[in-house]
């Protein structure tokens, strides 16, 4: 955390702390051609609970957001996709972190060719869920992480504005 | 910043860097009856731009924070609301940061009784668009807060499966 003085708008000066990171947050909806979403099970040890979300990780800011984004599909849930969607970039804090999020929708899913090799620190769950299943849950607070909660309200946006094929909107939605 | 020595999934010890948070963070989505949103407009200094955005400010955690959010709504917008609805309660890093964020929905608006008065580091320029000009906005990258990106999906998602009177969902949609 490091300190920088700045001129307030009032055009007083001013004191932030600011926590610069390194990586870009990203997030991944694998949605399948059936309509269910892959869901991920792990603690977080900052919220000391268990968390149903999205696969995410973070991409150093000098990689393609979207390597890291196919390499975390592959490596937390053993998947791949033909086809992908930048369908949302975000600011995750404005108060004293610069962190930024960005989140790809992942279609045509298949299981990956490469092994499915887990990170020493993470245990990982795996869950596959109707989107419906998966939308409800977040907007009754059980999925709590917000690129998860996001995304998933996008995809329900994507679904209903015709910008997905409509046999998939329809098992979504249906 | 705390450091905890915690045991990952794996078994092992482990060291993890946690900032906690005094405050609650509140984000009020002010929806008029003529399918409107009050925007507002500052710079953010950890994102070093300018950002609009719903109006937001933390609550500290002892405080109900829907009264910190009517607080906020009338000191940043000058406005007062018949009705509020709680719909969005997610955790807003999972990396290093324990913040969390609620979101209300404001409805029945009118002009505060009190002083529209500004804290003195705090410069906000108000806008007052169409719903659906928000929405696209966000969609589009040009609003990037995730609080204000996840509530307008939200109010979306609200209106499209009814959970809003009819009026107020066809100019919304409209």
Known sequence: MTHHEAIAP????????LISFKNLATAVLPLH???????????RFAHADYSWELPEGGAPLDED???GAKRELAEET???????????????????TDECGV??????????????HRDATEALALARVPFR???DAALAGH??????????LRA??????????DALASVMLG
């Open 10 to 17: 009032t055009g007083q000066p001013a004191q932030y702390g």
């Open 33 to 43: 051609d059936d309509g269910f979403v892959t869901l991920v099970g792990q603690n």
């Open 65 to 67: 957001p979207l390597d």
């Open 78 to 96: 053993g998947l791949q996709a033909r086809e992908w969607r930048k369908i949302l970039h975000v600011q995750l804090s404005n108060s004293v």
């Open 103 to 116: 989140g790809y929708l992942a279609l045509g899913l298949s299981r990956s060719d490469g092994r499915h």
């Open 133 to 135: 299943q998966a939308l």
């Open 143 to 152: 999925l709590k992480d917000v690129l998860t909660v996001a995304m998933l």
């Open 156 to 165: 329900y946006h994507m679904a209903r504005e015709g910008d997905l094929p």
